[in-house]
């Protein structure tokens, strides 16, 4: 199985691109999030997924693991075949699908192309507990821009503790630090708890 390819970039679109290693020219494609990432590079580090079917064999190649992670989460979704992971990845960042997931947004995820409600829904029933689990157990701290995660889990455990649900507890806390990144322990327990 093939992890990454190390070479030069020969050719590049939005879409895909051409990768060369050791006089092998590899087409790998890529999403919009990729493209970022590789723009004005001449060198690169591709993560692989190798995607083999019987009528066909292709590399989709990712800047992160972390977008690989999530293209295979996406995939692994029944209806979600590679071509609108591979949408989904070019629609948002990957942080922006994991904020989407964790809080249930919807009308994020079916405002990309090909994603309809119940395909929307599938998404964020299947992935939730995976992106919290690949979050390390901390559900929002990619919300809270990195904020402290102690200060995250004391504010979920106090509150959770006061007799509230966890999966509440994590949507109104997800929504308050969304809104200001900066909120102190107390402040978010008391403006969570007018909330909930």
């Known amino acids: 199985m093939i992890d990454y390819i190390k070479g030069k970039i020969v050719e590049m679109n939005p879409s895909e691109m051409t990768l060369e290693n050791c006089g092998i020219g590899y087409k790998i494609l890529i999403s919009l999030q990729s493209f970022s990432f590789f723009d004005g590079k001449t060198d690169a580090t591709v993560y692989i997924h190798h995607y083999i079917r019987e009528d066909e064999e292709l590399f989709y190649g990712f800047g992160t693991k972390e977008e690989r992670d999530l293209f295979r989460l996406l995939i692994g979704v029944s209806g979600i075949g590679a071509a609108t992971a591979r949408m989904i990845l070019s629609s948002l960042s990957s942080e922006e699908i994991r904020n989407a997931i964790i809080a249930e947004d919807i009308a994020r995820i079916k405002s990309i192309k090909g994603i309809g409600l119940k395909s929307a829904q599938r998404l964020i029933l ?71």
């Open 126 to 196: 299947e992935l939730k507990d995976k992106v919290i689990k690949g979050s390390g157990g901390t559900e929002i701290s990619s919300l809270a821009n990195k904020a402290d995660n102690a200060l995250i889990e004391e504010a979920t455990t106090a509150l959770v503790l006061l007799g509230f649900s966890k999966a509440n507890v994590q949507k109104v806390l997800s929504a308050i630090l969304k809104e200001n990144p900066q909120t102190g322990l107390e402040e978010l327990i008391k403006a969570a708890l007018k909330k909930l």
